[in-house]
């Protein structure tokens, strides 16, 4: 089988005669005599387009022959024209020629071996075993884009075996047989089978979104290209959505939310404080009184725990405090002093289509129920 991709990655427009057609798992698998769809390998997804009219849906490499695995029959023996998806290839192509050259670069300066590479719908992830600083992520980023801008050729040969002997390249494995070596020169020379483009200007633009650190190296996540184009204008428009909000110029917007959660913190203090003053008024209101049901509304979890917590060192007794509306379900706090709260909170989420626990003498959770059967709830069994 002719692999058309191998010599000119840019065709996008092919004619083969189809050798075989035999349903398969996921569609119908066909091969040709030729073709110029790359098939799932070395990192790289499989190209899609049409086939002789029909979706090709998966492309994948079986015994040295490249299955083409589509929505429709193809009759064996007739001529066909082919047609690739244009904008998911080049998209393909401009974010593996970038991870070669941040690879290449990584390798040739820091000595870092690229141990994992991924191309997803949305990101590139590439593996090293060397742990980068955020200074040398940076370098790495900015070495990477002017390489791109020089707009270097990028050249693909099949070395012969004395050639490929003397010739220093990348590669994650032993290779045998006819060895394709594609080259970014000044940037990376490697053992790859997947399509890249001519020059490195026609990757356009590099950007490493994150870097954690992964065994004892790194896993970075980039985007190259029209990739990387269209995160940064999604980032440039949400940046302009909290600078509306904030009232804060573009480059601002950072220091804006800083100061705004600084006040929001200074608010939930004051409001804890005002709570705090509620709580204490309402413990007293309850002193001695024994078990206790209390309906609070606007509470959070926390609120709800210190109002319980309050009125149980003044009731003397069982307290269970509820926050919420009809409708919209109430969030629960229960404890008592010195007792078990366990079975009670049991039969409550039973009872109540209720969920949540805690420790013997106090529990949290929520029920789906009006107010009025959680208060015909306790005073069936306690009383209150």
């Not at 075989?20 to 387009?49: H, I, M, N």
């Not at 940076?138 to 050639?163: C, K, M, Q, V």
């Not at 356009?204 to 190296?217: E, H, I, N, P, T």
Request: with cysteine; net charge negative.
């Amino acid at each position: 089988m002719e692999k058309l991709y191998e010599a000119d990655p840019f065709l996008t427009r092919f004619s083969a005669v189809v050798e075989s057609c035999a349903q398969g798992k996921k569609g119908w698998d066909v091969v040709l005599d030729r073709t110029a769809f790359y098939p799932e390998g070395g990192g790289q997804p499989y190209d899609s387009g049409v086939l002789g009219g029909v979706k090709v849906l998966e492309v994948h490499e079986r015994d040295g022959r490249v299955v083409h695995t589509c929505d429709g029959p193809l009759e064996a023996g007739t001529a066909v024209e082919g047609e690739i998806d244009w904008d998911r290839r080049f998209d393909l192509m401009q974010n593996h020629s970038g991870e070669h050259i941040v690879s290449g670069i990584a390798h040739a300066r820091w000595g870092c071996d690229n141990v994992g590479f991924h191309m997803g719908s949305d990101v590139i992830t590439i593996d090293l075993n060397v742990l980068l600083d955020e200074g040398q992520l940076r370098e790495l980023e900015g070495a990477a884009n002017r390489y791109i801008w020089e707009d270097h050729p990028i050249s693909i040969t099949f070395p012969a075996p004395e050639e490929l002997a003397e010739l220093e390249y990348r590669s994650k494995k032993e290779l045998a047989g006819r060895v394709r070596i594609v080259s970014f020169p000044g940037a990376d020379t490697c053992a790859c089978c997947g399509t890249h483009v001519a020059s490195s200007g026609q990757v356009g633009l590099v950007k490493l979104l994150s870097a954690q650190k992964f065994r004892d190296g790194v896993r970075i996540e980039l985007v190259c290209g029209g990739r990387a184009v269209r995160y940064c204008s999604a980032v440039l428009e949400q940046n302009h959505r909290v600078s509306n909000l904030l009232s804060a110029k573009p480059f601002e917007t950072g220091a804006a939310a800083e100061r705004l959660l600084r006040e929001n913190e200074q608010l939930k203090l004051q409001l804890q404080e005002t709570q705090e003053r509620q709580f204490a008024g309402l413990a007293r209101q309850y002193a001695g009184v024994g078990d206790t049901v209390l309906f609070q509304p606007g509470l959070t979890p926390d609120g709800l725990r210190r109002l319980c917590d309050a009125v149980l060192h003044t009731c003397g007794g069982l307290c269970a405090c509820f926050s919420g509306e009809d409708g919209q379900g109430y969030k629960y706090a229960v404890g008592v002093s010195g007792g078990d709260v366990r079975a009670l909170v049991k039969e409550l989420n039973a009872a109540l289509n209720g969920r949540g626990g805690g420790k013997p003498n106090f529990a949290q959770g929520s029920v789906q129920a009006p107010r009025a059967e959680i208060e015909a709830f306790f005073a069936s069994r306690t009383g209150m």
